[in-house]
């Protein structure tokens, strides 16, 4: 069975910096395409960032220069390093990995920017 668990969430002030962590318990971790979306309250689930197998990265506008995503293939972990973070960026941050049809949510984790 395949599980993602998030980690990493909390509260934290404007301005400041958070590391979200992602462990993927799947077979052939490194082939998969791994993201992060977020959802606050009342809206749908949006794309923060993806990388590909080739390390490839894709940014939503909204955290370019602020958000950096990496993975750890030894590890399967992925990791999404948010700075400078703003009070819009609150929500519930989700783990995603897909490869060809396959695809998978974490639980998700909250993140509280407020001051």
């Known amino acids: 069975q395949v599980q993602l668990v998030e980690s990493g969430g909390g509260l934290v002030q404007p301005g400041g910096s958070l590391r979200l962590s992602c462990a993927a318990s799947?077979?052939?971790?490194?082939?998969?395409?791994m993201g992060w979306y977020l959802q606050a309250p009342g809206e749908r689930r949006e794309l923060v960032a993806t990388?590909?197998?080739?390390?490839?990265?894709n940014y939503a506008d909204s955290v370019k220069g602020r958000f950096t995503i990496s993975r750890d293939n030894s590890k399967n972990t992925v990791y999404l390093q948010m700075n400078s973070l703003k009070p819009e960026d609150t929500a519930v941050y989700y783990c995603?990995?897909?490869?060809?049809?396959?695809?998978?949510w974490g639980q998700g984790t909250q993140v509280t920017v407020s001051s």
């Open positions: 990388i590909t197998s080739s390390s490839r990265t």
């Open positions: 995603n990995a897909k490869f060809l049809t396959r695809e998978y």
């Open positions: 799947v077979n052939l971790f490194s082939v998969y395409t």
